[in-house]
C-alpha cells in the first residue's frame, strides 16, 4: 500500500504546530538533564516533533518511526494534558494515540518496524534534507499503530510506500 504525503496539507499542518507553545518543554529538557540536553538540541527536537506532527497530518495519520528526541519532546507533550487534547484537535480533529509497541509484538512485527524505519528517514530526508536518525537519537518503537492496523504497514522490496503529492 501507498501512502500519499499531501504538501499543501503539510505547509497548513506547520503553520499549526508553529504555534504550540513548549517553552516550558525546553527549560524542563535542559534544566532536568544538562549534560544530554542544552537549548540548541531542545529547540531542534521541538522543531522536529513539530515537523514529524505535521507529516503525520499529511499522510492522513499514518506516522513515521520518531527518533529519540522527537519522541522525548512528544512524551513531555502528552504529559501536558490538556495542552496535547487542544493541540491534537487542532491539528487532528481528535486525540492522537502513542503506541509505544510496534517492533515488538514479534519477528514479523519486529521486520515491518525496520521497514517502516527505513521509509521514514528515507521521506524525513526527501523533505527535510537531514537524517531523522543519529548517533545522539535513534529510532524509537514508538508510532500509533493499533494492532489492528499493523498489516497496512507491511512493506517490502525497495520501493517508498510514501509518495508526494501537491
Not at 47 to 52: C, F, H
Not at 59 to 76: A, F, K, R, S, Y
Not at 132 to 152: F, G, I, T
Request: glycine share 4%; net charge negative.
Amino acid at each position: 500500500m501507498t501512502y500519499l504525503f499531501n504538501e499543501l496539507i503539510f505547509t497548513e499542518a506547520l503553520a499549526v504546530t508553529k504555534k504550540w507553545n513548549f517553552e516550558l518543554a525546553a527549560q524542563k529538557l535542559t534544566e532536568s538533564n544538562p549534560e544530554q540536553w542544552d537549548l540548541v538540541r531542545a529547540e531542534k527536537a521541538i522543531l522536529d516533533y513539530q515537523r514529524y506532527m505535521a507529516v503525520t497530518k499529511a499522510l492522513g495519520g499514518i506516522q513515521l518511526v520518531p527518533n529519540g528526541d522527537i519522541d522525548e519532546v512528544w512524551h513531555m507533550h502528552i504529559l501536558d494534558t490538556r495542552a496535547y487534547m487542544k493541540d491534537c484537535d487542532a491539528l487532528f480533529g481528535e486525540y492522537l494515540h502513542h503506541y509505544p509497541y510496534f517492533g515488538m509484538l514479534g519477528e514479523e512485527n519486529q521486520q515491518q518496524w525496520f521497514d517502516v524505519q527505513a521509509q521514514s528517514e528515507q521521506l524525513w530526508h526527501r523533505l527535510f534534507n537531514e537524517p531523522l536518525y543519529r548517533n545522539d537519537s535513534a529510532a524509537q518503537k514508538c508510532p500509533q499503530v493499533c494492532p489492528c492496523h499493523v498489516d497496512q504497514l507491511s512493506v517490502g522490496g525497495i520501493t517508498s510506500i510514501f509518495k508526494i503529492s501537491a
